[in-house]
């Protein structure tokens, strides 16, 4: 190799491992990455086992579950009833009770590769299952179109996309929500796959996928004989975990192949730039990685590998054919990029092509990684990650992932048989072998429900006349908050005061405020992404996951819509919950001044004027610190409360109307429309 062509290829190697570093900035460590599966992948173990067999399982699924948080990726989550199941043949239906499970039946004979009819064998109590029968041949079958309805009726503020409900989770935020049926085996249209995993992913793996089968989501095949009734095989289980089987450099050139989709390529011609998506890029890969045509993936020749797989897109656009990566052939290509289509993408990508790498300069997130490299080809690139993200930056997202984590299982029973089974299910994993962020997951897991738990059991008997049980009741309640408090943040402690407060203890309610009040002032303190990080470093730096978060970590305050903890907040928690909303997020401040305010007026009314001016000032003047955006319609409305209590009718008027004119994260409306009433 001569001098020359040398120095091309180190300058190719620097120049990958400049965008190496900006990819890892953009799409995060490999320490990110593993933090942000293990905690979804315990938390929903955990929740799947104490999941009834009549009850519903909610699996996140897409670019969230593959440990990706890219801006604007949407939620995708698939949820299936649990006592429903599909069988490929009636030899496999000898492993169910049929008097408790409905079995469907998958019949591909007439349908294209990856897709097929479900049969209805036995019963369903299930509504929107019922409603999607049709009769075919003296059959029942289950129309996919029909069943969409059930997750898109008109009139909502739902579309379908695809065979999922796409809506609004929050201001910014959207969701897929697939509702669809699992299967506990291996599809015989995808035997193939077994075979070619020799090297990619290992057999471990492999097995692990096979044995959890796969399911089916409500999207027939357009060009097939029943487009309407048909369901496609979907592999959203088996694509993760070959997702979490790629090193991280594989990952990271995957996440540059959806940077390049979504900076280059949809920003083409706008009859081309509907063409190609995500799953596209995502098979790319997933064959590029099985058929050895990366090269050894590693810091140095990641663009090296990003070609490999633009050049194999490119090819499947010329033929118009894109095989799926575990029923090839199922070509995905076969409805939209054929024709005249097929053509103009073709050519859009071939002048990407012809650019070779420079094509890059055209996505803003990797540009200036490329530029600052040909600017300056002797600038050193550290690919070190231990130098990458602060020790800070890492507990910021965790303790957003935590807060994402366990408000998605808001939704869970909260009977007190529920909540008990729930803890039980969490003692079962403490002794097994766990990574450090899933034993904290656990923690913080066991925590919101003890805090539940407590809750619920003072609830239960509140009106009881039995004195000895209402006596032993309140002293577990006391042991489980105080026990959640060990595990939690420093906001926690606020439960308490606010049982404290529930149970007409309001001196001690007052006195665990104080030291609450005091913690959240220490200058370390980390929330809602604002810390001083020199003093957090010096407070926790170096300590454990629990420590940092006991304390010198503050988090929203989040109360379930179905569990009454203040007499005051009812009619909010019933109006949120006719809404379909199962949270209340309330800022951490906000809660403290409610809660000094309400102790105070029973103990000395000056304190509980303080608390209160405390609290306007907080809301009124707040520039989204310490009441962020999305809060401000709980925020106003408790400041309402509070002055609705004290008679000034003017100012509650004025607040209630404020929080009417906010974004309705909430969905407290009816309540704050009945309280103007009230004045």
């Known amino acids: 190799m001569d001098s020359f062509t040398q120095q091309i290829y180190e300058g190719l190697h620097h120049m990958s491992e400049s965008v190496f570093v900006g990819l890892r900035d953009k799409v995060g460590t490999s320490k990110q990455v593993a933090m942000r599966r293990e905690t979804k992948d315990i938390i929903e173990m955990v929740v799947r086992q104490v999941t009834p067999y009549d009850g519903v399982i909610t699996m996140l699924s897409g670019s969230r579950r593959e440990g990706f948080r890219l801006e604007g990726s949407d939620v995708d989550v698939m949820l299936w009833p649990n006592n429903h199941r599909v069988i490929m043949d009636m030899s496999q239906s000898e492993y169910y009770n049929k008097a408790n499970t409905t079995l469907i039946l998958s019949d591909s004979s007439e349908s294209p590769p990856g897709f097929t009819l479900l049969q209805l064998l036995t019963s369903t109590t299930r509504r929107y299952v019922q409603s999607a029968c049709v009769r075919m041949n003296d059959k029942v079958y289950i129309s996919s179109s029909a069943f969409r309805l059930f997750l898109a009726p008109p009139g909502l503020n739902v579309t379908e996309h695809g065979p999922c409900s796409n809506c609004i989770i929050k201001e910014g935020h959207e969701g897929d929500i697939a509702l669809c049926f699992v299967c506990d085996f291996w599809p015989l249209s995808a035997s193939s796959w077994i075979n070619r995993c020799h090297s990619w992913p290992d057999s471990e793996v492999v097995d692990d996928i096979v044995r959890n089968g796969c399911h089916f989501v409500a999207i027939g095949h357009p060009l097939g004989p029943h487009a309407n009734e048909e369901w496609r095989i979907s592999f959203s289980q088996a694509e993760y975990k070959c997702v979490y089987a790629m090193n991280h450099c594989q990952f990271l050139t995957y996440g540059l192949l959806k940077l390049f989709l979504k900076e280059v390529l949809n920003k083409q011609l706008e009859e081309t730039n509907k063409l190609l998506c995500s799953y596209h890029m995502k098979t790319t890969i997933f064959w590029a990685i099985q058929q050895n045509t990366l090269p050894h993936c590693c810091p140095q020749n990641l663009l090296a590998g990003f070609w490999a797989c633009f050049k194999l897109l490119l090819k499947w656009v010329y033929k118009g054919i894109c095989p799926n990566f575990f029923i090839p052939q199922n070509n995905m290509f076969l409805t939209k990029v054929h024709g005249s289509a097929q053509n103009r993408l073709f050519l859009q990508l071939y002048e990407l092509y012809k650019k070779g790498l420079a094509c890059l300069l055209q ?44 408000t998605c299982y808001s939704g869970l029973n909260i009977d007190l048989h529920s909540c008990v089974k729930y803890l039980y299910g969490i003692e079962k994993w403490v002794d097994l072998r766990l990574t450090h962020y899933q034993v904290f997951m656990l923690q913080r897991l066991a925590a919101y429900f003890l805090r539940n738990t407590a809750v619920v059991l ?21 042991h489980m908050l105080k026990l959640a408090a060990k595990f939690g943040n420093v906001s926690d402690m606020l439960f308490i005061a606010i049982y404290y407060y529930k149970t007409l203890r309001y001196r001690e309610a007052s006195s665990l405020i104080k030291i609450t009040k005091a913690k959240l002032a220490q200058p370390y303190l980390m929330y809602n992404g604002c810390e001083d990080r020199e003093r957090y470093i010096e407070a926790v730096g170096g300590q454990s996951l629990s420590t940092k978060m006991r304390q010198a970590v503050a988090k929203d305050i989040i109360l379930d819509t179905r569990i009454f903890y203040i007499s005051e907040l009812i009619p909010e928690q019933q109006s949120a919950l006719q809404n379909v909303v199962h949270v209340l997020y309330i800022p951490v401040f906000v809660m403290l001044h409610f809660l000094e305010f309400l102790c105070y007026r029973h103990i000395d009314t000056t304190l509980s004027q303080a608390a209160l001016d405390e609290l306007q000032v907080l809301v009124h003047h707040d520039q989204g610190l310490y009441v962020p955006d999305l809060l401000r319609d709980i925020s106003w409305e408790i400041l309402g409360i509070c002055q609705q209590i004290t008679g000034n009718h003017q100012a509650a008027l004025y607040s209630y109307q404020q929080s009417l004119t906010q974004y309705p994260a909430h969905q407290i409306h009816t309540a704050t429309q009945m309280r103007i009433q009230d004045l």
């Open 458 to 478: 003072h609830n239960m008997y509140t009106n009881t006349r039995a004195n000895k049980r209402m006596y032993i009741a309140d002293k577990m309640s006391r």
């Open 363 to 406: 996505s803003p997130s990797i540009r200036s990684y490329i530029i600052d490299v040909l600017y300056n080809p002797r600038v050193f690139v550290c690919t070190d990650e231990n130098f990458m993200k602060s020790e800070v930056d890492c507990d910021v997202e965790l303790g957003y992932e935590i807060v994402d984590r366990i």
